[in-house]
């Protein structure tokens, strides 16, 4: 899978994408990501990149142009006046453009596993104010938010979603089953997890683990999760597929 990342910083992704589980993705060929410094495509001289808001107020806005640029010359083409959207899918590579910014849908990882079906994405970070309106129009594909806060860029905020994404491309994580036991993967908060010692400090873990008895292991971290959600996140219950002997554990 490969992103293409539109930002203002690019070296602030530096650490992040060359450790542990994105690193090695990156190394063996299951992800590719390249950074693209939206500056490198503003013209003139200073190469500005953003200006005063039209009818006044605070702060700064990052310029349609050299946005618009960016995404030409990184896929080659040439987008039309009823924008990228309009563009016929045939004959020409068109990945979603996501624009990261707290007005957009909210992730999850639901949207997180239809994402990752994508061969290729392009991500644009936000500054300042936001951008001008005009990007969002007839450019962006998508609009994610990674919840209800505001950050200072949408750096951050394709970190979040470029990492979920990763772990979900297959052969990026040694136990494949991993990430469908996750919380959230099946609308439930994962069941706890314990390693050794078996008595830490005079605190003993569930007797159960101890027992190598797959079947009732099976049910005790079906129930610790469902007694978990319910406990945490009741509000993830109403969409959960709970078979009956959920509910009537849970009405226990
Ligand atoms: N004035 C904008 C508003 O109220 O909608 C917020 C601008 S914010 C300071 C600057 C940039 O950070 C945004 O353009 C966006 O790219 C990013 N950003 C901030 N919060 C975000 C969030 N919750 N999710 C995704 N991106 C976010």
Redesign the pocket.
């Known amino acids: 899978m490969r992103f293409d990342i539109l930002t203002l910083f690019p070296e602030m992704f530096a650490g992040v994408f060359e450790a542990s589980i994105i690193g090695r993705a990156r190394e063996r060929g299951h992800a590719e990501i390249v950074l693209h410094n939206i500056r490198d495509y503003a013209a003139g001289k200073h190469r500005v990149t953003d200006d005063t808001p039209f009818g006044g107020g605070g702060?700064m806005i990052m310029k349609p142009d050299p946005i618009f640029n960016a995404v030409e010359q990184i896929l080659g083409l040439e987008i039309p006046f009823e924008g990228y959207g309009s563009l016929a899918p045939v004959g020409v590579e068109k990945p979603p453009i996501i624009?990261?910014?707290?007005?957009?849908r909210v992730f999850s990882q639901a949207m997180a596993r239809e994402l990752a079906l994508q061969p290729r994405l392009m991500l644009l970070?936000?500054?300042?104010?936001?951008?001008d309106e005009r990007v969002r129009q007839y450019l962006v594909t998508d609009e994610?938010?990674?919840?209800?806060?505001?950050?200072?860029?949408?750096e951050i905020?394709t970190m979040v979603l470029v990492d979920t994404l990763i772990r979900l491309i297959p052969g990026v994580l040694g136990d494949e089953a991993a990430t469908s036991k996750d919380s959230h993967s099946n609308g439930l908060l994962e069941y706890p997890h314990y390693t050794r010692p078996a008595d830490y400090r005079g605190h003993p873990i569930p007797e159960i683990l101890l027992s190598g008895h797959h079947a009732k292991l099976e049910i005790w971290r079906r129930q610790e999760s469902l007694a978990r959600t319910l406990a945490r996140r009741p509000d993830l219950l109403a969409k959960a597929d709970l078979s009956q002997a959920d509910h009537a554990f849970l009405e226990n």
């Open positions: 702060g624009l990261l910014t707290p007005q957009g970070c936000g500054r300042y104010e936001g951008i994610i938010s990674i919840g209800d806060y505001v950050l200072s860029g949408g905020p």
